[in-house]
């Protein structure tokens, strides 16, 4: 008998999945701290204020490892109180719809929906049905509905299209702030990421002072390949695990980034660039089969376009003054694909098995590298 596994984690339930899983570490439990700028509490993208996260995860049998992550920028009516949008494609072989608004306009209207190539449609459906049911929204006659994907076919029966767009709905509605839980969850349960088990990852930067104390945090959806480098060792290599080796692989990544600064939507693009080349950090090597892409936006209340004035008022930070947040960006989505590998236990399906990446191997080539912390593995 086929066992069936529905789980809705919102992100402040760090999640019935994970206590039931084995013991993983993320990247600063074994001394993985990319960057300059310290983390935010959670050290994730809940730690940008308002931003709440929802993951849907399905699993049935050994056919079907799938899911749903959604990004809400606040938890009121994004319809009515839009928040400044940019996105970026480092390479377009992959569905991100409803981008060529957010480029045109500037602004994201819904959520953002993250799940397999061939449920981007029921993503589209949920994300337009939400706004469609929200007080205040009975007169609107068009939504633009933001999803992403990776493909999952490696682990999961994609031609079955198992999500539906309840799933996606669940996901929203029971969205939250708090701990955003990592690895083979959500849009993340059937992905690989460098040969090994992939999933969805967080981190976060806060900015000092001097340079406005604002949050910037990120999520990605792993499922790309290259040499991993993890603090500049070539673990991949290391391990024999890398594209062009019998043991390699390619894909895509989804990037997500969030951030209280106020943004236009022109900077949130530029900002979106940074994430995308902070996957070169991790080794990517963007092949012609990856799809990545970035989507940033701003939850700044002063930068929000609300309603059909005629002229719209609102505040960004200079030019001269993004950079911090650049840098935080690139930081942020190196960290985020670690904590994707490292939180992600291994999976078995459709006669393939995605091994988590083996900490017994990866801890000693960090410490040889003199990247250590004391972690003790509990299997």
């Known amino acids: 008998m086929n066992r069936r596994i529905f789980l809705c984690m919102t992100a402040g339930a760090a999640s019935a999945f994970a206590q039931t899983a084995p013991d993983r570490p993320r990247a600063r439990d074994v001394g993985l701290a990319p960057g300059v700028f310290p983390p935010g509490a959670r050290n994730a993208i809940t730690d940008v204020s308002g931003v709440r996260v929802g993951q849907v995860t399905l699993i049935e049998g050994d056919t079907v490892h799938t899911g749903v992550t959604a990004i809400l920028p606040h938890g009121g009516n994004l319809f009515q109180d839009k928040v400044p949008g940019g996105v970026f494609v480092g390479n377009a072989f992959g569905k991100l719809a409803g981008s060529t608004q957010v480029q045109e306009l500037g602004t994201l209207e819904t959520p953002v929906i993250l799940t397999n190539t061939l449920s981007v449609a029921a993503g589209m459906e949920g994300a337009i049905q939400w706004p469609l049911a929200q007080p205040g929204n009975e007169k609107i006659v068009s939504v633009n509905a933001l999803v992403g994907e990776t493909n999952d076919s490696g682990l999961n029966d994609i031609r079955g299209m198992h999500v539906t767009r309840e799933h996606v709905i669940r996901a929203i509605r029971e969205a939250s702030g708090g701990a955003v839980a990592e690895g083979t ?195």
């Open 185 to 379: 969850v959500g849009a993340g349960t059937g992905t690989i990421c460098f040969g090994w088990k992939g999933g969805i990852g967080t981190a976060s930067r806060v900015l000092p002072k001097q340079y406005g104390s604002f949050t910037l945090g990120v999520l990605v959806q792993t499922n790309f390949g290259g040499v991993l480098t993890m603090g500049g060792v070539p673990v991949g290599k290391e391990l024999g695990r890398y594209p062009y080796s019998p043991a390699g692989g390619n894909g895509s990544c989804m990037i997500v980034v969030a951030t209280d600064a106020p943004l236009s939507g022109r900077q949130c693009q530029r900002l979106a660039a940074r994430a995308v080349y902070g996957l070169a950090r991790t080794g990517s090597s963007f092949a012609n089969g990856s799809g990545d892409f970035a989507i940033a936006f701003s939850t700044a209340e002063t930068a929000r376009v609300r309603g059909a004035t005629a002229v719209a008022s609102t505040e960004s930070v200079t030019s001269d003054a993004i950079s911090p947040l650049f840098e935080a960006a690139l930081e942020a989505t190196e960290e985020a694909v670690y904590n994707s590998l490292l939180r992600a236990t291994s999976v078995t399906s459709r006669g393939r098995t995605a091994e988590a990446i083996p900490l017994e191997k990866l801890l000693p080539i960090l410490e040889k590298a003199g990247i250590h912390k004391p972690y003790t593995h509990k299997p």
